[in-house]
């Protein structure tokens, strides 16, 4: 882990990446690039329908644009996220559809596409080991799907539980248990009965549980997956815990309990929230500004304490709708903007007395 008592920090922009001509929703960095010679990739998906590839060059150290996914999605594109070996692209769009992408000969080719949502749907994820996807929508529902061979995906399950729209599913790093989050102000875990095909919904996190009191935009894991961060129209972030142990031997009811809230940093909405494998909590907000957060190391006493590592006021020029840490790069962060934009940032450390 990084010593972040030590040094001070900047958040500097490498790269704005310029093509989508609507604002940009998501952005995803795909697995494995960016690593032992393999140059770093990633995706963004827009209001213009539209999903954008943008690879570094080894020459330049830049990102070009290396292709336009168009002419599938009629709709805004709301969410885009690689699956864990890299191999495909899931796309979730306004259309009620998702479509899931591959790079066959040169291209990519929509190869698979899943439709059943009555509505737009906001957000896809895939579970760790690939072998299942999640979407959610506006119809206040969240479906599982099962990956079977030859590109074919049959829905497993249809969850309602939620009472409004749905903004986001996110699988668990390590454990096939999926959350999702919306308007209804909730956050839900959902866990599969036994040896059955069912899922259930094993917790909710509201308000009666120190949860939030508007909508809930975003969550992401830490590396362990024993922590949630989830963010919302409240302009709080939250810190959820869990006994990593007792979920891991297969206990779907692991509770998640609320240890910590960070408030009076952001006064707009929190759209999106990213923890980083080396603990770093990002934040993208509609006050245009990226703002990271660390584990502080005086709270212990009663239980962990977040502090305020750094604010980039003025990231962008509109609303930050994403932020995203590479995976292999531990200090690179993807965001992407009602601005049209998406940026590459780098985190550097001047360490005080250092020359």
């Not at 990739?41 to 954008?52: A, L, M, P």
């Not at 749907?121 to 996807?133: E, H, P, Q």
């Not at 934040?283 to 005086?298: K, W, Y």
């Not at 709270?299 to 292999?328: I, R």
Request: hydrophobic share 35%; charged share 20%.
């Amino acid at each position: 882990m990084m010593n972040f008592a030590d040094d001070n920090f900047e958040l500097n922009e490498i790269q704005k990446l310029e093509g989508h001509t609507d604002r940009v929703w998501s952005v995803a960095w795909k697995p494995a690039t960016g690593v032992d010679g393999v140059p770093a990739v990633v995706s963004s998906c827009s209001g213009d329908k539209t999903v954008r590839i943008w690879e570094q060059s080894p020459a330049t150290g830049y990102f070009q644009c290396k292709a336009v996914l168009e002419e599938t999605h009629t709709r805004t594109v709301r969410s885009c996220t690689w699956s864990p070996s890299g191999k495909l692209l899931a796309t979730a769009s306004f259309d009620s559809t998702t479509a899931i992408w591959e790079y066959v000969g040169g291209d990519f080719e929509c190869v698979s596409t899943l439709e059943g949502h009555e509505n737009e749907v906001k957000s896809v994820s895939w579970n760790a080991s690939g072998t299942l996807l999640a979407t959610c929508g506006r119809d206040k529902s969240v479906w599982i799907w099962e990956v079977l061979p030859h590109n074919e995906f049959e829905c497993v399950s249809v969850l309602q539980g939620h009472t409004q729209d749905v903004k986001m599913v996110q699988w668990h790093p390590t454990v096939d248990i999926l959350f999702s989050c919306s308007y209804d102000n909730t956050i839900k875990v959902w866990a599969e009965d036994g040896d059955s095909d069912d899922w259930h919904c094993a917790q909710t996190l509201g308000e009666l549980n120190s949860g939030h009191t508007s909508t809930v935009w975003a969550l992401s894991f830490n590396a362990t997956g024993d922590k949630m961060v989830s963010c919302s129209d409240d302009l709080t972030t939250k810190i959820w815990a869990t006994d990593i142990v007792q979920l891991q031997s297969g206990n779907g009811n692991a509770p998640w309990t609320h240890i910590c809230t960070l408030s009076g940093y952001h006064d707009r909405t929190i759209f999106s929230v990213h923890w980083s494998r080396e603990g770093i909590i990002c934040s993208g907000s509609a006050d245009n500004a990226i703002r990271l957060f660390v584990e502080s190391e005086d709270g212990l006493v009663g239980g962990p304490t977040y502090k305020l590592l750094l604010k980039k006021e003025k990231a962008h020029d509109m609303d930050v709708n994403a932020v995203q840490w590479s995976s292999k790069e531990n200090k690179r962060l993807a965001s992407g903007s009602d601005d049209g934009s998406v940026k590459i940032w780098d985190l550097t450390t001047t360490s005080p007395g250092c020359f």
